[in-house]
């Protein structure tokens, strides 16, 4: 078993290496570096044809691509602690989550990032600006959605952690990385981040 990542503070691979943390599994790990290219290499791509990373290859060759594929999949194996919910209401929670941090923060960031981040200008051709622009206001709504919706000493889906945390916590720290995110304005979401953050597998995922 291989797990083709990355390091911090690249997003999606950063998901799973917390996870992993979380449950206290441990597997051998390469990481490609982004900025080098070596993750559209021949070798890997054959891997994985979206060039992408993470990436788990199985002993058999399989190989399960996407961050939260990758971490269903070590659930299944590991099921304590619970990450993805308890019970069929619960699991419903933390997808709905899930799906609100992917979708209402992490598509308008990352067309923000593509768009009008210096970093990305070599890679994608051409930039949009106009549109990445646009998409800051809904960055910033996203943002104030999520100070709004987390209780104070919550967790993204309830009382529970969860990888909807993971997920918003990873998203929120690469955006803060590449300056594209501030939580000045969100004292609740500020305050979620920083005790995530105190987590030790955070720190799992700091390299």
């Given at each position: 078993m291989m797990l083709w990542s990355a390091a911090a503070p690249a997003p999606n691979p950063r998901r799973v290496t917390i996870f992993l943390a979380e449950k206290g599994v441990t597997i051998p790990v390469t990481d490609l570096a982004i900025f080098?290219?070596?993750?559209?290499?021949?070798?890997?791509?054959?891997?994985?044809?979206?060039?992408?990373?993470?990436?788990?290859?199985?002993?058999?060759?399989?190989?399960?691509?996407?961050s939260i594929s990758i971490?269903?999949?070590?659930?299944?194996?590991?099921?304590?602690?619970?990450?993805?919910g308890t019970d069929p209401l619960d699991r419903a929670l933390v997808d709905m989550a899930l799906r609100r941090v992917e979708t209402?923060?992490?598509?308008?960031?990352?067309?923000?990032?593509?768009?009008?981040?210096?970093?990305?200008?070599?890679?994608?051709?051409?930039?949009?600006?106009?549109?990445?622009?646009s998409n800051r206001a809904k960055v910033a709504t996203a943002l104030a959605?999520?100070?709004?919706?987390?209780?104070?000493?919550?967790?993204?889906?309830?009382?529970?952690?969860?990888?909807?945390?993971?997920?918003?916590?990873?998203?929120?720290?690469?955006?803060r990385a590449v300056g594209l995110v501030m939580l000045d304005d969100t004292p609740a979401l500020a305050d979620w981040f920083a005790r995530v953050?105190?987590?030790?597998?955070?720190?799992?995922?700091?390299?």
């Open positions: 080098k290219g070596e993750h559209k290499a021949p070798a890997f791509v054959e891997k994985n044809p979206r060039g992408q990373v993470p990436a788990l290859e199985l002993d058999d060759g399989t190989v399960i691509a996407e971490c269903r999949y070590f659930d299944a194996l590991y099921p304590e602690p619970p990450l993805f209402v923060l992490g598509i308008p960031l990352s067309m923000v990032w593509m768009h009008c981040h210096p970093f990305t200008a070599a890679v994608v051709v051409p930039q949009y600006k106009d549109f990445g622009e959605w999520f100070d709004a919706a987390i209780a104070p000493g919550g967790f993204v889906a309830g009382e529970r952690f969860s990888i909807a945390d993971i997920a918003l916590w990873s998203t929120l720290d690469f955006g953050a105190a987590r030790p597998s955070i720190a799992a995922g700091a390299g």
